[in-house]
């Protein structure tokens, strides 16, 4: 099948390559000309585990290319996925600016039928929004919507449905080549049983085994994105607060996490206590819904607090920092290991260790940081985020190797749960710190092993035997 991928950030690059991947011949479209010529030598412009290698295989192969032609890009497939970005406007709610001038273009060049994909993130509403524009677009070429028998023989048909994603990065190859599940919101009309035929037609490899599509009305497919991501922030802001309250009572939340989770009801899944959630997805969504409850005249509680918690509990390595070394924090230097949002990614869009790095600067102390991938990113973010505090900047050093970070530090912050991280030379680590101190953001260490070794361990809801003796006392 002939396919169009307009955007390739995230979502579109992934979704582009994977379909490439399983025999369809695919566009992709970008208006960054750069970044067009990066992806045309090979080069992928995101960090994402085995997408590099896919990329290659498939452009060499024939089945995959990249145009900064729009008029091209659009006559090339009969599905044409929307894939660019939405991020938050000043109100919260998502910016459906991109994905609406996409819309614009699909109707300036369309020539044949076509079936328009969105596979961003928009809020409820929007295909029916993309939907109009593209009418609006044939009209003014002369081509109205039919009305009884009247019918321009000339004009191309076309249907707008909904196919929400459902990647993890870090694991977006994978999670796309095997899906849980494929949602697909499609119009009750005779476009919209071409466009179901079509997309079954489109991701027929992933249903051999058993069905995993799921077809509803479009509205509904638009909200199922949002409602999933809000459950999973919900499951972790509320393990993050009970992970609290542990600390307060002599409890292991990691041992209630396990005892939560063998119930099959709950699960394992986003039941980590940590320093809170960050990405592209979890943060702009819980806003955008939020704003879309207000325009309702409605107040999402449990939303509210979502929010809340994990706002604050970015801070909690720095209130634990400032317990056990005291308010002044001047002339004082922290190494941090981990920088990206989450592991296997770059991403440090909304990312713990930038509230981390700021407050510490703030209260006095200087930074060594590492991170195995996202240096690069992570270095482009704090030039963009802090260019105005030039004395922030300045005390943010840059390591190429997590032990190179230690030299000279008063204490461990680990932020991000890289597999690097989960066996680490405990030796070496209180040799170079000054005090053997480690805050643990993503409690990968058991305490006792850790106190047995001499090294202070400050973990998130965990408390070993010594800790719970001095609560009791």
């Known amino acids: 099948m002939k396919v169009t991928v307009i955007g390739t950030g ?3 690059l992934v979704t582009g390559t994977c379909l490439a991947d399983l025999g369809n011949e695919v566009m992709c479209f970008d208006i960054n000309q750069d970044k067009v010529a990066q992806l045309n030598a090979g080069h992928s412009p995101i960090y994402e585990s085995g997408l590099d290698s896919l990329i290659d295989k498939n452009r060499l192969a024939g089945r995959l290319h990249f145009s900064s032609n729009i008029e091209a890009s659009i006559h090339h497939g009969e599905i044409l996925f929307i894939a660019v970005g939405t991020p938050p406007g000043e109100s919260g709610q998502a910016d459906t600016s991109q994905v609406l001038e996409v819309a614009r273009n699909i109707g300036l ?10 596979k961003s993130t928009v809020p409820v509403g ?43 990065e870090g694991s977006a190859v994978e999670d796309f080549m095997r899906p849980d599940r494929i949602i697909l919101g499609i119009p009750q009309s005779p476009q919209g049983l071409r466009a179901r035929d079509l997309m079954r ?34 499951r972790i802001s ?14 292991d939340i990691e041992s209630v996490r396990q005892g939560m989770g063998s119930d099959p009801r709950i699960g394992y899944s986003f039941l980590y206590a940590g320093t809170g959630y960050g990405g592209s997805c979890f943060p702009k969504d819980i806003k955008a819904l939020q704003q879309t409850a207000q325009i309702n005249a409605m107040h999402l509680h449990v939303l509210n607090a979502v929010e809340s918690v994990n ?31 989450k592991p296997n990614t770059d991403d440090m869009r909304e990312a713990p260790s930038l509230v981390i790095m700021k407050e510490l600067i703030q209260l006095g102390a200087s930074v060594q940081v590492f991170d195995p991938v996202a240096t690069e990113a992570a270095k482009l973010e704090v030039k963009r985020e802090w260019s105005q505090e030039p004395e922030i900047l300045d005390k943010v050093v840059f390591t190429d190797h997590e032990y190179k970070a230690l030299i000279g530090a008063d204490a461990l912050l680990i932020v991000t749960e890289w597999k690097a991280f989960r066996s680490p030379d405990f030796a070496l680590i209180k040799s170079e710190l000054r005090t053997p101190a480690i805050f643990d953001g993503r409690n990968l260490f058991e305490p006792e092993d850790l106190v047995g070794l001499g090294i202070e361990y400050h973990g998130v809801g965990r408390l070993n035997q010594l800790a719970f003796d001095a609560i009791q006392q």
Not at 109 to 118: A, E, H, I, L
Not at 135 to 156: D, I, M
Not at 216 to 225: A, D, L, P
Not at 238 to 251: D, Q, T
């Open 10 to 12: 995230y979502v579109g």
């Open 311 to 341: 706002e604050r509990q970015k801070h909690l390595l720095v209130k634990k920092v400032l317990t056990r070394f005291g308010e002044n924090l001047t002339g004082m230097v922290f190494a941090v290991w981990g920088l990206a949002f």
């Open 201 to 234: 037609q489109l991701y027929a490899p992933f249903n051999r085994h058993h069905e995993r599509t799921l077809i509803m009305s479009v509205r509904s497919s638009e909200f199922t994105k949002y409602a999933s991501n809000a459950m999973l922030a919900t």
């Open 126 to 168: 929007t295909a029916d929004a993309v939907h109009g524009v593209i009418e609006r677009e044939l009209a003014k070429r002369g081509w109205f919507k039919p009305v009884g028998e009247l019918q321009h023989e000339a004009r191309p048909e076309f249907c707008v449905i909904s196919n929400p994603e459902f990647l993890k």
């Open 238 to 251: 509320f393990m993050n607060e009970l992970a609290n309250l542990a600390e307060k009572i002599g409890v």
């Open 109 to 118: 060049w369309m020539r044949t039928d076509k079936v328009v994909v969105n």
